[in-house]
């Protein structure tokens, strides 16, 4: 519904959230989406599950990933 967007977008309601997340992702230097951070490792693009499971797993190994 690009209308209701447009007037949620157009009402700054949310402008405070969008420039504290925008400053958060130029600290981590994400540029672009999707992008994942996991630990301060920033992972740009499309990601495969196989890839974020090797991440996960090197931050977590005791967490079990295969379901």
């Known amino acids: 519904d ?8 157009g ?3 949310h ?3 969008l420039r504290a997340d ?3 992702a130029n600290q ?4 672009s989406t999707p992008s994942f951070v996991v ?3 920033v992972m740009a ?12 797993a090197e931050v ?3 967490v079990n990933l295969t379901q």
């Open 22 to 24: 925008d400053a958060l």
């Open 60 to 62: 977590a190994p005791d």
């Open 45 to 56: 693009g499309i990601r495969t599950a196989d890839d974020l499971r090797q991440v996960f």
């Open 39 to 41: 630990n301060g490792k």
């Open 11 to 13: 009402s700054g309601k």
């Open 15 to 17: 402008d405070e959230t």
């Open 2 to 9: 690009m209308n209701a967007y447009n007037q949620c977008a």
């Open 28 to 31: 981590y230097g994400v540029s």
